[in-house]
């Protein structure tokens, strides 16, 4: 990609940017086109943003439609790690609990799903207990037992076989890695799990060799869900999952379209999560991120699965002509870029800081859409949502203050003290499917090159990530110096956000997400002492020492704390943003206001 390409399109991205900015402070000041609904029956300008917009028109019935720019990673429970494909997997699978299905920080609160009631814990802190309901079924209509939510569960230690999604249960209830998983599992009934017991169907009782104040957070997640041992298609689950919830695969091709169809076994009685009110849910996967905000506005789709933000091109245009079809939630997600140690020279700490000394900061938040459609200067790791987080108080390299346009100066001065005077050469790794997150790549590329780093770009599938940048061989033998990702909490806590970026023992071979590869015995340490760390305020305070002890070494480029305007379409009712996914709208309880 030449210099001369790739800044025309950054100054095409910066003017789109400044239009948004522009409208979007006519939006907050009351005037423009849409802000009290429209003709079409859109609710109105964040009408939606952590609160219920038309509830009560919801109807049985129709076709919701998503468009999305980017497929899951997988759609297996097991392995998926995309928020958003935690949001829509909760149409077909579900979990002993789950988040309320509430707008806003209330949705983040834990709910009983398909047990019973929340989890009875030990005074130890050591074992949780829960019974499954009554008529809880699979989409061949035979019971979902106590058996199946282990052998789901177990399937986490497939690693081999099943990378990718998140191992927080694996390390908690077998921190030694005694067991095996259940491919290779030598017991009859490949449940030989010691740390999780079933005594009879309804009952599953699980047993920590030591205690974890987040574990009933873990058991939320999609990779808890039950999965039926002959229905286990291993490397093929993500295909063709086995619904426990109210919609089953009817077909699915994948980075083309998927279509959803009723479970006709699923009981309303026994689930008090899910309204299950369209008939079908369909969705279609573009190549084209302004294509796919097009026929968004044009109202051939509902809504973006990948609840991103529209594209600079999109944005503009809805926020002249739709602006009642829009929400501008603050996202749990940190937009940022990371500097993986395999790759020299950013095994070296001053070098790492020229980047970001290096780096205009205002220019790298024009990329992302300014300060409301993009956020507020990222100055740290720690997402505002999850308690310990201190904004834009703590900024250590004062990258919202004195050097927020850059400072060279000290750039060069860190260039030099990684004996790298004359500066160096690196690529910068991006998703070719998110034009925010390529003109921020370009806008990084050239406020480094005045500084003397010369940066080539390289797109890659945003679809392939956990096989392209979750592989730490591959990072190193590309020469990825420069990674440009996103990260929002699993669950809200240092450990759901920071555990897999920065704890040592989560650099995986494939799927890894500690992109820097960070192996310091302090951090790991606080982890350690956190997870058993039992009163709010303790907890805390150790993830604000977390997240110092990342910043102080360099190991990232925060771009934004970040906003992003996302489209909900006229038909849509009961749409509600929600903290649970960062900011997304909880797709599980989506309605239509016709059937039609």
């Known amino acids: 990609m030449t210099t001369q390409r790739t800044s025309g399109r950054r100054k095409q991205a910066m003017a789109a940017a400044a239009v948004v900015a522009a409208l979007l402070t006519t939006a907050a000041c009351g005037g423009g086109n849409g802000d009290e609904g429209s003709k079409d029956g859109a609710a109105g300008f964040d009408a939606a943003n952590n609160k219920v917009a038309q509830a009560s028109l919801a109807k049985k019935g129709g076709t919701l439609k998503f468009a999305g720019a980017q497929d899951a990673d997988s759609w297996d429970t097991t392995r998926g790690y995309y928020g958003f494909m935690w949001n829509f997997s909760r149409y077909y699978s579900r979990q002993l609990v789950t988040s309320k299905t509430e707008p806003g920080k209330a949705g983040t609160e834990l709910t009983p799903d398909l047990a019973t009631g929340l989890a009875k814990i030990s005074d130890d802190g050591k074992t949780y207990q829960y019974t499954l309901r009554e008529g809880v079924t699979w989409e061949d209509g035979k019971p979902i037992t106590s058996k199946d939510v282990k052998y789901g569960i177990e399937r986490v230690w497939a690693q081999d076989v099943l990378s990718g999604g998140p191992v927080y249960l694996k390390d908690v209830l077998d921190p030694k890695g005694e067991y095996q998983g259940p491919y290779k599992d030598k017991s009859a009934d490949k449940l030989g799990l010691k740390a999780i017991e079933t005594p009879d169907d309804k009952t599953i009782v699980f047993k920590l060799p030591r205690a974890n104040s987040d574990f009933e957070e873990m058991l939320a997640l ?28 009817q077909s699915y ?24 009110n369209p008939d079908k849910i369909t969705v279609k996967f573009f190549s084209n991120a302004n294509d796919m905000d097009a026929r968004l506005i044009a109202g051939d789709y509902d809504l973006d699965i990948n609840q991103t933000g529209m594209s600079p091109q999109g944005r503009t245009t809805a926020l002249k002509q739709h602006k009642g079809n829009l929400d501008n939630p603050v996202s749990g997600y940190i937009r940022y870029a990371v500097f993986p140690q395999s790759v020299k020279p950013f095994d070296n700490i001053e070098c790492r800081k020229a980047v970001i000394y290096g780096a205009d900061h205002v220019s790298l938040q024009t990329a992302r859409g300014g300060p409301i459609a993009g956020g507020d200067i990222g100055t740290n790791m720690l997402p505002p949502a999850v308690p310990g987080a201190e904004g834009q108080k703590y900024d250590p390299y004062e990258i919202a203050g004195a050097n927020k346009k850059g400072n060279a100066a000290k750039a060069k001065e860190a260039l030099k003290a990684c004996g790298k005077p004359n500066g160096f050469k690196t690529t910068i790794a991006v998703r070719n499917n998110k034009p925010s997150e390529v003109a921020t790549a370009e806008s990084l590329q050239a406020s480094l090159k005045k500084v003397g780093i010369t940066a080539d770009i390289d797109q890659y599938d945003g679809s392939q990530s956990s096989g392209i940048i979750g592989s730490p061989s591959n990072v190193k033998k590309k020469g990825y110096g420069i990674i440009i990702m996103g990260w929002g909490p699993d669950f809200p806590s240092v450990q759901g956000y920071g555990l897999p970026l920065w704890d040592s023992s989560y650099i995986l071979e494939s799927g890894n997400n500690n992109f820097a590869l960070i192996k310091d015995k302090a951090i790991d340490g606080l982890f350690d002492k956190y997870v058993t760390t039992l009163d709010d305020a303790g907890k805390t305070k150790i993830a604000t020492e977390i997240n110092h002890k990342v910043m102080e070494g360099g190991y990232y480029l925060p771009f934004v704390f970040e906003k992003f305007i996302n489209w909900r379409s006229s038909r849509l009712a009961n749409v509600y943003t929600t903290d649970a996914y960062s900011g997304m709208y909880d797709f599980v309880n989506l309605g239509l206001k016709s059937a039609k």
């Open 253 to 276: 091709n994948p980075g083309k379209d998927l279509t959803l169809v009723r479970n006709t076994e699923w009981k309303q009685a026994s689930d008090p999560i899910r309204k299950a």
């Open 222 to 249: 999609t990779s808890a869900s039950p999965v039926r041992q002959d229905k286990d298609t291993k490397s093929k689950y993500g295909l063709h999952p086995f619904s426990s919830g109210p919609y089953k695969f």
